[in-house]
């Protein structure tokens, strides 16, 4: 009994596209069962192999997404940041790590000045002296340094600590490769049993958030964060150029994974899609 449902799990894991579409072989295997005598026994065990399927699955996921988090966060909160910190505050004079940290810090201080003199022209503030001024200015210096060393320090944190998760995902995908093909097949049989408004929709919500030309912006901020977690300089010309490239690049894996799969597994599916689109 556990050597058949190991076996039958195997199968539907290495399952693959074929030339007819799977509708139409999975309606030619339905009307096989109905007339097989064994078919209550079969399908019993089919439950049982979909059942240990989706909990493994489930427990699959579980492990790559909670347990990189954990580790990351255990890392850097009782190895890295003790150590960072002493090599950083006490043996390193450093501040920035790139130049736009820099421009950052200057325009904030910068900001801070104006300020000061605006609110003494309009009042808000009596007339100070300029030792009061240097004073004032000479805080807030040292505030925005201690703000950006600890962004620095921050981001050789995350940098070592993103390692470690990746680390640990990449050990445990080569280390068990039977259960990612497990789950790969799960995901398959879960996407594609969806209804075809389900996909269509799904589809259209996909290419309007990720691959859609119309939201730059958005690409812009996520970038921006992504760059500023790593503590890498924020050179304009290089989002700019992958802004445009990018999603360019997106758009055409993801028609090309409609036209070479989704339309000859379900063209119904690929006919909403572009009904919805249009």
Avoid: C
Wanted: proline content about 3%; glycine content about 2%; cysteine-free.
């Amino acid at each position: 009994m556990k050597y058949w449902n190991l076996k039958k799990i195997n199968q539907l894991a290495l399952e693959k596209t074929g030339i007819i579409p799977r509708s139409i072989s999975k309606l030619f295997d339905k009307f096989k069962q109905e007339l097989n005598p064994n078919a209550e026994i079969e399908a019993l065990e089919e439950f049982k192999v979909a059942r240990y399927q989706t909990l493994s699955s489930v427990k699959y996921i579980l492990i790559l997404l909670i347990v990189p988090i954990l580790i990351n966060q255990i890392s850097k909160t009782f190895i890295l940041d003790p150590t960072i910190n002493y090599f950083w505050n006490k043996t390193s004079h450093y501040i920035f790590l790139n130049e736009s940290q820099e421009e950052r810090a200057f325009a904030e201080l910068q900001r801070f000045e104006e300020k000061i003199h605006f609110e003494i022209l309009i009042g808000k503030l009596n007339n100070l002296s300029s030792s009061s001024i240097e004073k004032k200015m000479i805080q807030k210096a040292l505030d925005i340094a201690s703000y950006y060393s600890n962004e620095s320090s921050n981001a050789i944190k995350n940098i070592l600590a993103d390692l470690t998760s990746i680390i640990f995902v990449l050990t445990v995908l080569i280390l068990n490769k039977r259960q990612f093909s497990i789950l790969k097949s799960f995901l398959n049989e879960y996407i594609y049993g969806l209804s075809d408004t389900a996909k269509a929709f799904l589809i259209i919500l996909f290419t309007d958030i990720f691959v859609g030309f119309h939201s730059p912006h958005g690409w812009e901020i996520v970038i921006e964060a992504i760059l500023r977690h790593f503590g890498l300089p924020e050179n304009r010309d290089f989002i700019f150029i992958f802004i445009s490239t990018f999603p360019v690049m997106l758009d055409t894996i993801f028609k090309y994974w409609i036209f070479r799969y989704l339309n000859k597994i379900s063209p119904s599916a690929v006919a909403t899609y572009h009904n919805m689109n249009e």
